[in-house]
C-alpha cells in the first residue's frame, strides 16, 4: 500500500531559527514528489516538486532534498518567519496515464516571537 | 489570472440535510479533483474528472455522495443525506489533463453537520 508518513506532527520554533521537516514513503512506482505549505483555512500551494533525477529544489528560503534510494525527502526552512506558520504536505506521485497522488498527514508548523 | 474559486466557504448543516458545493476550475485546466480533508490530516481524492468524464470515483461513497461536470468546466459535489462524521473540508484543484501535472488547490468549503 501506497504510503507517505511526515515527522513531527508539529513543530514549534523561534523566529530566525532554522527547521527542517522529514518525509518518508513507499509509493511505486515512484513519479515525483511535492511539497505544499496549506495556510489556515485556505488549500494547499506548492513549494516544490522534484523528479527521479533531482536530489535538491529550492524555492527561496525552502529548500527540498530528495533521496530516491531510501525513499525520503526532507524540506529545510532558513530564517524562518511568522509567515511560514501553516502545514506542511508531503505528497508523492505515482507514474501512468492514472497517476495519483499520496498525501502525507504534514507538519504543522508554528513559528513564534 | 483566476484560480480555483469554491463556494460557499462555509456551511452548517442539520445532520440529514441535503448540501452541495461548486468548483470553477482554473481556466484551461480539463483536469478537476474532488478532495476531502478532516482536521490534522491530509487531503483525500474523492473524484477525479477528466473533462467531464469521472476517470477515478473509487473513493467516492456513492451511497450518499455525487457530483457532476456536466460540460466539463465547472463542477458540483452533493451530500443527501449528510451525517456528523462529514463535517470536513471540501478542497476542489484542477490541472492541466492527465494528472500528471501540478495542481492548484481552491480555499475549500468548511462543512459543518450539526
Known amino acids: 500500500k501506497n504510503q507517505v508518513e511526515q515527522s513531527p506532527q508539529s513543530l514549534i520554533i523561534l523566529e530566525g531559527k532554522n527547521c527542517t521537516l522529514q518525509c518518508n514513503y513507499t509509493v511505486s512506482p515512484f513519479s515525483n514528489l511535492r511539497w505544499y505549505k496549506q495556510d489556515t483555512g485556505r488549500g494547499p500551494v506548492s513549494l516544490t516538486i522534484m523528479t527521479f533525477s533531482e536530489n535538491t529544489k529550492s524555492n527561496g528560503r525552502y529548500t527540498a532534498t530528495l533521496d530516491a534510494d531510501t525513499k525520503q525527502s526532507s524540506l529545510h526552512i532558513t530564517a524562518s518567519q511568522l509567515s511560514d506558520s501553516a502545514s506542511y504536505i508531503c505528497v508523492v506521485s505515482s507514474t501512468g496515464t492514472a497517476s495519483k497522488l499520496t498525501f502525507g498527514t504534514g507538519t504543522r508548523l508554528q513559528v513564534t516571537l | 489570472e483566476a484560480g480555483v474559486v469554491q463556494s460557499p466557504r462555509y456551511k452548517i448543516i442539520e445532520k440529514k440535510q441535503p448540501v452541495a458545493f461548486w468548483c470553477n476550475p482554473i481556466?484551461?485546466?480539463?483536469?478537476l479533483y474532488w478532495y476531502l480533508q478532516n482536521l490534522g490530516q491530509g487531503p483525500e481524492l474523492l473524484i477525479r474528472y477528466e473533462n467531464e468524464e469521472a476517470v477515478d470515483d473509487s473513493q467516492l461513497p456513492k451511497d450518499r455522495f455525487s457530483a457532476e461536470r456536466l460540460k466539463g468546466v465547472d463542477s458540483t459535489l452533493k451530500i443527501q443525506p449528510a451525517e456528523l462524521g462529514d463535517s470536513a473540508v471540501y478542497l476542489c484543484?484542477?490541472?492541466?489533463?492527465?494528472?500528471?501535472?501540478?495542481?492548484?488547490f481552491g480555499p475549500g468549503t468548511r462543512l459543518t453537520v450539526t
Open positions: 481556466s484551461g485546466h480539463n483536469t
Open positions: 484543484a484542477s490541472s492541466l489533463a492527465g494528472g500528471r501535472y501540478e495542481q492548484y
